[in-house]
């Protein structure tokens, strides 16, 4: 058992095998130190058996012996190679030695005292001698040849001014200061003392040119003539030489201030004349009166001096006021005002000018800054002027006058703005005459809207209030189908300027006809604005604090509303009316933009006009409650127990009466006569609903005092005559107003059937003729035919009352207000006790027959 080798024992190793692992690692050329425990080689020595490490040495020695007889053999072998190269490394040093010799010997003949670098040197320096006196003689002839350039313009400067030759002198001093200028050389002193001498040369130049100008180019005026004086040359007396105008434009052109020297001319031109003849407010008219030259000798020799004159005459225009604008054109041809545009003297100016220059043959460069000063903005601002205050103003007042117009005013303005561009006068934009002929249209409706526009404000703010009957009777009744309120309008009173206005916007309408989309649109765009004036001027009145439309007549008001519905009838109709006939013409004339053409439609404002109109209505009828109001409130309830009382409650019913029968007889006089009976019925219906309620605030109501009050109502009765039309005329019958004392009897309260009977009759209104076409329970909204069951009521006794309960003839009751009017007639009995219950359970249902 113990001889026995363990289960888990390794087998034994190689010792060869381990030896050559131990030789490779030691002879591994990266080897490390055995010392090193992570080293392989440490690794090796420790996994090798020590029985193992005699044999790894002896390995290695046999190992280290085979390497030193290789290395011995390789030095053998190559010993006579070594012995050649170090045999030229010897040659090679010398040589190198023998080149440094050789340099040192050169060194020290280019450094020496005598040497190379000395001689150089001194080379240079003679160089660099010479050549500063070469470029000191070059600047000195330079400069002699700059000061030789300056002095031979000045000598020409001189000499051309001495023969009058100023063009050429002028041209001479430019070129003098740019030579100054460029004159590098000069020093200081030298520039600054010949710059003052050529700018005094300059100054004195410019002012003879200014003389010469201002001389040559004259404007001068007095009460009856404006003259433009052009002068061929200009004399500066003995000594001097005459200047032309030529020479002194062109001069002053070069010397770029022709501008400058024109400002007084172009001044005076300006203030004498261009500004007049576009000032829209000139009292002044100019006429051409001569424009030829004229010679300063008499003689018409050719070497006398020529003086060209345009003269105009001013004449005190026609036009004395600018409110004459607004005439129509037929007006204005009629007293023959303005027969010529401004354009005419414009033009002849224009030509006046050019001519001259082209005569003279002055330079384009000098001519253009004096056309320019009749063109440009001048320009710009005549032609809109002449457009503002001489086309506009003669636009016909009708379209179909408008070819004619185009064809007598475009052909001269047409010439005109051609004849500017032949002789080069431009303006500072594009034509306006031109633009506003290519917009004819447009301009026409513009104005005339305008013009309309302002005919509208002086009839709508006027003080006329005279009225016109207009519309038409409605249909006889009774007819099945009322008229159309949108086809005709109701027989009414409305303003004269009102139907003078719808007038003017009919006519307005009628020349868009004529007239392309853009006219059209801008008539239209005038009557939608005048109606909205007309509108506002309403609103104004209705709204103002002061006077404010409770103070106004109720005539006045009335017709305010008529006036509103007029329009807004007007407005209704106007587009169907007027709309084919417009777009008819406008497809006509080659619209092919459906987007372009106008739309004829004023139905948005009928809405507005309406709702005015009814609140003028509305306004009118509650100042007209408020005074029915005042007249109840004067008798201080409708208690009778007092013959003092009595006269008051008597006389407040005669008075609501009266007010009432005025009213209608006024609303009769203005308003349709629907309308009248409605206005009338809601005052009725509100006096009624007045009467009603006082009465049943009454506690207590003795026999007497329902007698009384049962007269009083009565009285009412006669307000039935107010609610007839006239079947002939269709307007309101008004009646003769009966005798302002109502009757102080009547029937006591008992239980004749008869006369309750007879009265209930007269409460329906089928008791007399007058009862039988009276509308009046038609406006009154029950409160007439409630006043009148009530004054029934006070007179029957319980019994009658309560029959005409369960019939159903009290409806027009609530539950609570009959058992309070038979609380305050009747007193406590039993009787009276069963009839309240059975008001109390509510009002019968009666079925239908």
């Not at 002193?189 to 040369?201: A, F, G, I, V, Y």
């Not at 576009?278 to 006398?304: I, K």
């Not at 027969?339 to 001519?355: H, I, M, S, W």
């Not at 239980?751 to 039988?772: C, K, L, M, R, V």
């Amino acid at each position: 058992m113990h001889g026995a080798a363990a289960p888990d024992a390794a087998p034994a190793a190689d010792p060869h095998a381990a030896a050559a692992a131990l030789l490779r690692a030691v002879l591994a050329p990266d080897a490390p130190l055995a010392t090193d425990p992570q080293s392989t080689l440490a690794a090796a020595i420790t996994a090798a058996a020590p029985e193992t490490w005699p044999l790894a040495l002896k390995l290695v020695e046999l190992e280290i012996l085979d390497t030193k007889m290789e290395i011995e053999s390789d030095v053998e072998t190559h010993q006579d190679a070594f012995r050649s190269s170090f045999a030229e490394c010897l040659d090679l040093t010398a040589q190198a030695q023998a080149l440094v010799d050789a340099v040192d010997a050169a060194s020290s003949l280019v450094d020496g005292p005598e040497g190379l670098l000395v001689s150089v040197e001194s080379t240079n320096a003679e160089i660099r001698r010479v050549t500063a006196e070469l470029r000191a003689t070059a600047e000195r002839q330079s400069l002699l040849n700059e000061l030789a350039g300056i002095k031979q313009q000045l000598d020409l400067y001189d000499d051309h001014l001495l023969a009058g030759r100023y063009k050429e002198s002028t041209l001479a001093l430019l070129r003098l200061n740019k030579a100054i200028k460029n004159a590098s050389l000069l020093d200081a002193e030298s520039r600054k003392s010949l710059q003052d001498h050529c700018q005094t040369m300059q100054s004195g130049l410019e002012q003879t040119l200014d003389h010469a100008i201002s001389s040559a180019l004259s404007v001068t005026h007095s009460d009856l003539t404006v003259c433009i004086t052009l002068l061929d040359s200009i004399s500066f007396g003995t000594g001097v030489p005459d200047i032309s105008t030529t020479s002194a434009l062109a001069s002053a052109a070069a010397l770029g201030i022709l501008q400058r020297l024109l400002k007084p001319f172009v001044y005076s031109l300006n203030k004498h004349l261009l500004v007049p003849l576009a000032d829209a407010a000139t009292s002044q008219q100019f006429v051409v009166v001569s424009n030829h030259p004229e010679h300063e000798s008499g003689d018409a020799t050719p070497t006398d001096k020529r003086v060209h004159k345009l003269v105009l005459a001013v004449h005190p225009s026609r036009r004395s006021s600018p409110m004459q604008e607004d005439l129509a054109s037929d007006q204005l041809h009629a007293d023959g005002a303005c027969d010529e545009l401004p354009t005419v003297v414009y033009g002849a100016l224009a030509r006046f000018l050019a001519g001259f220059l082209t005569n003279a043959k002055v330079p384009a460069a000098a001519a253009a800054p004096v056309l320019q000063a009749i063109g440009g903005t001048a320009l710009a601002r005549f032609e809109q002027a002449t457009i503002d205050h001489s086309l506009v103003p003669r636009l016909p007042a009708k379209a179909v006058e408008l070819q004619g117009y185009i064809d007598r005013f475009r052909p001269p303005c047409a010439e005109f703005v051609a004849e500017l561009d032949r002789l080069g006068i431009a303006s500072a934009a594009d034509s306006a005459l031109d633009a506003f002929f290519r917009d004819i249209e447009a301009h026409f409706g513009d104005r005339a809207a305008a013009v309309a526009l302002a005919h509208a404000r002086t009839l709508v703010t006027g003080t006329d209030f005279d009225t016109v009957t207009v519309g038409a009777a409605p249909a006889k009744p009774p007819t099945a189908f009322p008229p159309d309120p949108l086809l005709a309008f109701p027989r009414c009173s409305i303003r004269k300027v009102v139907l003078q206005l719808t007038q003017l916007l009919d006519e307005l309408l009628g020349n868009s006809a004529q007239l392309g989309p853009r006219g059209a649109a801008a008539l239209i765009r005038g009557v939608r604005d005048m109606v909205d004036f007309s509108r506002s001027s309403v609103v104004s009145v209705l709204h103002s604090p002061s006077p404010s439309l409770s103070n106004l007549p109720p005539h006045l008001a009335m017709v305010l509303h008529n006036d509103c519905m007029w329009l807004a009838h007007w407005c209704m109709l106007a587009g169907p009316r007027h709309s084919r006939s417009v777009l008819l013409s406008i497809e006509s004339r080659g619209d092919d933009g459906s987007h372009s053409r106008p739309v004829l439609q004023f139905v948005d404002l009928s809405g507005p006009l309406t709702n005015l109109a009814k609140e003028v209505f509305r306004k009118q009828q509650r100042a007209q409650q408020a005074n029915i109001d005042e007249c109840f409130a004067e008798a201080s309830g409708f208690d009778c127990l007092e013959p003092h009382r009595v006269d008051a409650v008597q006389r407040a019913f005669r008075q609501v009466i009266y007010q009432i029968r005025h009213i209608h007889k006024v609303y009769a006089a203005v308003l349709p006569a629907r309308m009248t009976l409605a206005a009338t019925g809601q005052l009725v219906g509100h006096a009624c609903a007045n009467i009603t309620a006082g009465i049943q605030r009454l506690p207590d109501i003795g026999q007497d005092e329902s007698a009384t009050l049962a007269a009083c109502i009565e009285t009412l009765g006669s307000l039935r005559s107010l609610f007839v039309i006239d079947d002939r005329l269709g307007t309101v019958i008004v009646p003769p107003s009966p005798s302002s004392s109502p009757a102080s009897t009547s029937p006591a309260r008992a239980d004749n059937a008869a006369e309750a009977s007879h009265t209930q009759n007269g409460a329906s209104g089928s008791g007399n003729s007058t009862d039988d076409v009276s509308m009046i329970a038609q406006f009154t909204d029950r409160h007439f035919a409630k006043c009148v069951t009530l004054g029934a009521l006070l007179n029957w006794n319980l019994a009658r009352i309560m029959e005409a309960f369960r019939a159903g003839d009290l409806r027009d009751f609530g539950v609570q207000e009959l058992a309070k009017l038979i609380r305050a007639l009747f007193s406590d009995t039993p009787l009276r006790e069963r009839s309240l219950a059975e008001i109390a359970r509510g009002h019968p249902m009666i079925l239908p027959q």
